[in-house]
């Protein structure tokens, strides 16, 4: 659409007191394809033209000139609608896009610019719970997302690997721990040994001080403490790198918490030579109340660092190693208040890359049996959820295509796929209640439903005798051929909104929407049996359709089977 939307800019500039960057931030997608393929609202030149808007609208669709891009340019109310010429769009797109295959959608406006992204983040010596799906599919959505616009992305999993739980930990395993159980499936161990101690600790109080007393031996670099500590942290790496590995995700950077220790007392130091500490009640912190925000606490009492602390330290590496056009942290939304502390301190400190700094927040998952804890083990394992999931697929499979000789692996792709287009499909700011028959449904908008209209389309060229063969798009100019283009050509636009929103579901509406055009489309319109030149250019349309969804599929990190 970007030729079209820069001829607009074209016929405009020459006839309103608005510069280029002006008319394409006013120009929009009419909710109706029968208003148009863009609209140009003329509601800000009615002060400047003193006159209506529908009036400013009338004149121009009398006075712009004729363009070979548009059929028609018409004014509706304060609306002025272009229609674009119909031959023109269904060749430029659909060749465009068997052209270019997986780099379809995909701009270059981030070139030589860096975006980090914090994401995951789990904690040490835990299960993967489901409540860490959140963080890790948005931010994997996303890093994929700014990729296809060119920016260079760094995908950061800052590992929740210090703490006075760590404390608990070694005392847990000191007391309790079994050496055959640790290497037989060490993280389940962890897990044990943790929930224990909080159950022991309720009835003997000396163990929160023995635990205290532990990681004061970690900080001071105690021998055992430190071995043990360094054996949870890699035992439990190897554990999620596994899990990761089952949901395609990877990361440039492992970069927990403990990477920054020995840069924390010169983090400190310079906020205080920034004059921002002050001292309340032995704990120093940064006073935000001009900001209208608690304290931004630095130091404990005790003399112990927090995480903003930890977070300013780590927002000043990355800055000084990236030079980053954009730092995200998708992180819950429960954690507002600890980033707007840390992004004012950060600008406090003189910082003006501090406001490129940015929280992404989502909802929580909440389950119907009520709030997930890992201290009393009412945890629900990602893996119990992934492997639920791929059974499930796999039942619905042999029912539906018994012979279907790799059900293992597409059974795999579907089931995963589910999940995560289910947590992707909702807006992030939302919470998700987490049900199984609502996860596991395979009908409706969910990622099954665009994988098998892909797999469909992907049936369908199989039986497609001499395809792919020439073709003429320019046919393609019925209105429900025509619906399916428009979407089409709307890619790019679609990656650039969700990336400016954060959001991956503006992606997974997307592809739930070229599925579902697409399934009309082929209800209404013969294929395999058209007439020869109309055949060819309906096979290309739908082979159009195919790559979109996979392209789309992929940002989300989900696969396209060619079968189900």
């Known amino acids: 659409m970007q030729m079209f939307r820069e001829e607009i800019i074209r016929l405009l500039e020459a006839n309103v007191p608005l510069d280029t960057e002006q008319i394409a931030a006013e120009l929009e997608t009419p909710p109706n394809p029968q208003m148009g393929d863009f609209a140009f609202p003329c509601f800000k030149l009615a002060k400047t033209l003193r006159k209506s808007p529908a009036a400013i609208a009338a004149e121009l669709a009398e006075k712009l000139p004729e363009s070979e891009l548009f059929a028609r340019i018409e004014a509706k109310g304060p609306y002025l609608n272009f229609f674009c010429e119909r031959k023109k ?41 489901v409540g860490h799906l959140r963080s890790t599919v948005i931010g994997h959505a996303l890093y994929r997302i700014y990729q296809a616009l060119g920016y260079r992305c760094v995908g950061i999993n800052h590992l929740g690997d210090w703490g ?42 000396e163990l929160d001080d023995e635990a205290r007393a532990w990681f004061k031996k970690l900080e001071d670099d105690d021998s055992e403490a430190y071995a043990l500590w360094q054996r949870f942290r890699q035992l439990s790496l190897e554990e999620f790198k596994r899990i ?46 001009a900001e209208e925000m ?31 056009e954009k730092a995200l942290y998708v992180v819950g939304a429960d954690q507002a208040l600890h980033f707007q502390q840390v992004f004012t301190v950060l600008k406090k400190m003189g910082y003006d890359w501090a406001e490129r700094c940015l929280h992404v927040p989502f909802g929580l ?13 009412t945890l629900v394992l990602l893996e119990d959820v992934l492997d639920r999931a791929t059974e499930l697929a796999k039942e619905i499979i042999q029912e539906k295509n018994p012979t279907l000789e790799n059900k293992d ?4 792709q579907v089931g995963i796929g589910a ?42 060229l199989r039986k497609a005798e001499g395809w792919p063969a020439a073709y003429d798009a320019s046919l393609l100019t019925g209105d429900e051929e ?71 599929l992929w940002l989300l990190g989900i696969a396209a089977p060619e079968e189900m």
């Open 89 to 129: 769009l269904a060749q430029m797109t659909v060749e465009s896009i068997l052209q270019q295959k997986e780099q379809y959608g995909r701009t270059g406006i981030g070139k030589d610019k860096t975006i980090v992204i914090d994401f995951s983040a789990p904690n040490i010596a835990k299960p993967f719970g």
């Open 164 to 205: 006075t739980q760590f404390g608990k930990l070694i005392v847990a395993y000191r007391m309790w721990g079994n050496e055959e159980l640790l290497e037989k499936n060490a993280i389940n161990h962890l897990y044990e040994l943790y929930v224990r101690f909080h159950s022991e600790a309720e009835n003997r109080p």
């Open 244 to 289: 990761y590995a089952i949901l395609g995700v990877e990361f440039d950077s492992y970069q927990g918490e403990s990477y920054y220790n020995e840069m924390l007392d010169d983090t400190v130091k310079m906020v205080e030579e920034a004059g921002l500490v002050s001292q309340s009640e032995g704990a120093l912190i940064v006073d935000l109340s």
């Open 294 to 324: 608690p304290p931004c606490l630095l130091r404990k009492q005790d003399g112990a660092t927090l995480y903003a602390t930890r977070d300013l330290c780590a927002a000043i590496y990355r800055y000084q190693k990236y030079k980053f």
């Open 365 to 377: 998952i909440r389950f119907k049996e009520g709030k997930m804890s890992t201290r009393k083990g």
């Open 409 to 412: 692996e597409v059974a795999r």
């Open 419 to 460: 999940v995560i287009f289910g947590d992707l499909s909702n807006d992030r700011i939302k919470n998700i209640e987490f049900d199984w028959d609502k996860v596991l449904d395979f009908s409706g908008e969910t990622a099954p439903y665009v994988q098998y209209a892909h797999a469909r389309i992907c049936s369908i």
């Open 482 to 552: 025509q619906a399916v283009i428009g979407l089409l050509a709307r890619f790019t636009d679609m990656i650039i909104r969700a990336a400016a929103a954060n959001k991956p579901s503006v992606i997974a509406r997307y592809v739930v929407d070229v599925a579902a055009e697409f399934n009309k489309f082929y209800h209404q319109c013969p294929v395999l049996q058209a007439e020869p030149e109309l055949r060819n250019a309906r096979l290309a349309l739908i082979d159009a359709v195919r790559q979109v969804l996979v392209n789309g």
